[in-house]
């Protein structure tokens, strides 16, 4: 990897220390056996970890359900 984006990366996104958690929550594949956004909750609320979207696609509404409609989360 480009070491000058690693760093850009790094800095924006581990700004605190918090391990870093990259979370996909959905798929356009019919077959797959997802769990519904709330079940995410619980895991979204830690506030040990810091989380980054790697979801593809329209997400605002998803990211109002996942975060309890907090944008800083």
């Given at each position: 990897?480009?070491?000058?984006?690693?760093?850009?990366?790094?800095?924006?996104?581990?700004?605190d220390?918090?391990p870093?958690?990259?979370?996909?929550?959905?798929?356009?594949?019919?077959?797959?056996?997802?769990?519904?956004?709330?079940?995410?909750?619980g895991?979204?609320?830690?506030?040990?970890?810091?989380?980054?979207?790697?979801?593809?696609?329209?997400?605002?509404?998803?990211l109002?359900i996942?975060?309890?409609?907090?944008?800083?989360?």
């Amino acid at each position: 990897p480009d070491p000058a984006r690693v760093a850009e990366l790094r800095a924006r996104y581990r700004r605190d220390g918090r391990p870093l958690v990259g979370v996909a929550w959905g798929s356009s594949n019919p077959g797959k056996d997802l769990p519904p956004l709330a079940a995410w909750r619980g895991l979204l609320a830690r506030q040990d970890l810091q989380f980054v979207s790697l979801q593809y696609g329209r997400i605002e509404p998803d990211l109002k359900i996942l975060t309890d409609g907090d944008p800083a989360r």
